[in-house]
């Protein structure tokens, strides 16, 4: 039991904790008023909230109080409630030299009749939340006080917490942390992934009863260490099963000089029998260390692709913002496929979606500021010789150019990225009709395109244009392009036809290109 001591001060109620040793013994068991303080236990203001908060009405009303000052804010968290609806509080002062919570703003918020806030010092964030409702903070204190976690998450204002998809958890999380990652999930509405670059077992705990404890479903948490020890592995595997039901995911993600010096001990025994009779028969050891590449390559993608296939699966139900009731979005376009919005949650860098059929080409598509980055960088965005799928960083996936480029290598032992596109220069390949409609959907559209020039061409730039000044400039084009063609598919290209184009390598010097229109856009299921 805590006793408060409450003190007039002309227009003003100052609250402050008495200290036990300075009670007399009367005070324990009492709440004492007298004309110029009032002292009143915890305890009995919380048991007698009836009788409490008409008091302070009248007491406000008779002494003309308008700004209420705390002691700190632990304090003005418990009591604020107690004056809600007295319209003529119009200020709050805290005393203490302290970073406010985001708690307090709540609680501010709530009474409505607040609108100016004095204290030592206030996270930006929730200076831009007070601000929004009204609330005109003053500071002692020049430095507006972010957390490491905020810091380091970029989380420095209050519409990039709300929207943030992906944190991650720097261990050991301070007491600071802590609490703003608390404040963090009450604020966000959008979070799919939360990292950890090693394992601190407190700090994972601790992360998850928030999440739960906050409502939070369908979370993956992605552990970047090599965690070698069986012990860990097992508590891991029990918090997993542990969680199962609120969907909270551990996933660990090894490094790749981990997947390379335990590569023996990822395949079955029948592969290595394999292995071992294809190596016999190999003259040179360079063929062994590429077969041993590209079977990583392989392990490597198709361990991306498996995320990508759970993410695409979980989307159904993920929350637009063009869904939510009480804010409003500012959206220049509707986002209508929620499987590209949910895998931009791995990479902001995702713009889209391509497959082409009766090939391995089923990718997500990214951009980069430049057509270099992602050459040799994977969905990850950690660097990776398979590099990945690429648009041309000219183009735009919001309003399609006049020409969309995307790029890949051509990965043909190990089949990855567009390793496989050169199986559209086969004939039976190309005699198939299902084969001639490419799938490429952004956020915003979802579409089909009709194949209607392929070729391989010494390397060259004139077909990469994503643009035309001229109707004629681009009639140019298009001719050009389809006398290139290795069959005459007979479509007809226009003018006014968006046009998709593949672009990649089939040696030092030449490129294999596929050039498709689009079809009629279709409506998002």
């Given at each position: 039991m805590k006793k408060i001591l409450i003190r007039l001060q002309a227009n003003s109620l100052f609250f402050s904790y008495k200290k036990n040793k300075l009670v007399r013994e009367d005070l324990m068991n009492t709440n004492i008023i007298s004309d110029s303080e009032l002292i009143f236990s915890d305890d009995y203001i919380i048991d007698n909230a009836n009788i409490v908060l008409p008091f302070f009405k009248e007491l406000c009303e008779m002494n003309q109080i308008q700004v209420l000052t705390f002691q700190n804010k632990e304090l003005a968290c418990f009591l604020l409630k107690y004056?809600?609806?007295?319209?003529?509080?119009?200020?709050?002062?805290?005393?203490?030299?302290?970073?406010?919570?985001?708690?307090?703003?709540?609680?501010?918020?709530?009474?409505?009749?607040?609108?100016?806030?004095?204290?030592?010092?206030?996270?930006?964030?929730?200076?831009?939340?007070?601000?929004?409702?009204?609330?005109?903070?003053?500071?002692?204190?020049?430095?507006?006080?972010?957390?490491?976690?905020?810091?380091?998450?970029?989380?420095?204002?209050?519409?990039?917490?709300y929207y943030k998809k992906e944190i991650e958890i720097f261990s050991p999380m301070s007491d600071e942390d802590k609490q703003d990652f608390q404040s963090f999930l009450r604020i966000n509405r959008y979070l799919i992934v939360v990292k950890f670059q090693m394992l601190d077992r407190s700090d994972l705990e601790f992360v998850i009863e928030e999440l739960k404890s906050n409502r939070y479903r369908d979370i993956y948490i992605e552990l970047y260490e090599d965690i070698l020890d069986m012990g860990d592995i097992l508590y891991l595997k029990e918090l997993n099963k542990k969680n199962k039901k609120k969907k909270i995911v551990i996933e660990l993600n090894y490094s790749k000089e981990y997947l390379r010096n335990n590569l023996i001990k990822q395949i079955s025994l029948n592969t290595l029998k394999v292995c071992g009779l294809i190596l016999?028969?190999?003259?040179?050891?360079?063929?062994?260390?590429?077969?041993?590449?590209?079977?990583?390559?392989?392990?490597?993608?198709?361990?991306?692709?498996?995320?990508?296939?759970?993410?695409?699966k979980d989307s159904e139900n993920l929350v637009m913002p063009d869904e939510e009731t009480e804010e409003e979005v500012d959206n220049s376009s509707e986002i209508k496929n929620k499987y590209i919005f949910a895998l931009s949650t791995i990479n902001p860098d995702v713009v889209g979606y391509l497959k082409v059929n009766n090939t391995s080409v089923d990718y997500p598509v990214v951009i980069s500021n430049d057509n270099v980055y992602y050459l040799n960088h994977n969905l990850y965005q950690q660097y990776d010789q398979n590099g990945w799928i690429y648009m041309d960083f000219r183009n735009s996936a919001t309003s399609l150019n006049d020409n969309t480029i995307i790029y890949g290598h051509n990965m043909y032992y190990s089949g990855v990225m567009f390793g496989t596109l050169h199986k559209v220069l086969n004939a039976s390949w190309l005699n198939?009709?299902?084969?001639?409609?490419?799938?490429?959907?952004?956020?915003?559209?979802?579409?089909?395109?009709?194949?209607?020039?392929?070729?391989?061409?010494?390397?060259?730039?004139?077909?990469?244009?994503?643009?035309?000044?001229?109707?004629?400039?681009?009639?140019?084009?298009?001719?050009?392009?389809k006398k290139r063609s290795k069959k005459d598919f007979q479509i007809d290209v226009n003018e006014n036809d968006k046009m998709l184009t593949?672009?990649?390598?089939?040696?030092?010097?030449?490129?294999?290109?596929?050039?498709?229109?689009?079809?009629?856009?279709?409506?998002?299921v």
């Open positions: 004056f809600k609806g007295i319209k003529q509080i119009q200020k709050v002062r805290i005393k203490k030299e302290e970073n406010v919570s985001y708690e307090l703003c709540e609680v501010l918020v709530a009474q409505k009749t607040i609108h100016e806030l004095e204290c030592y010092s206030i996270p930006s964030y929730m200076l831009e939340y007070l601000d929004k409702h009204h609330i005109h903070v003053t500071t002692l204190s020049e430095v507006f006080y972010i957390s490491p976690f905020m810091q380091r998450n970029f989380l420095t204002d209050y519409s990039r917490i016999i028969g190999i003259v040179g050891g360079s063929f062994g260390y590429v077969l041993v590449r590209n079977y990583v390559s392989m392990q490597e993608v198709s361990q991306i692709q498996e995320v990508v296939k759970d993410k695409i198939d009709p299902n084969n001639l409609i490419i799938s490429f959907n952004t956020m915003y559209e979802t579409m089909n395109w009709q194949i209607f020039s392929i070729y391989t061409i010494p390397k060259t730039s004139d077909y990469l244009r994503v643009s035309f000044d001229t109707k004629e400039d681009k009639l140019s084009y298009i001719d050009m392009v593949l672009s990649t390598c089939t040696g030092d010097n030449s490129r294999l290109v596929i050039h498709a229109k689009l079809l009629e856009t279709q409506t998002s």
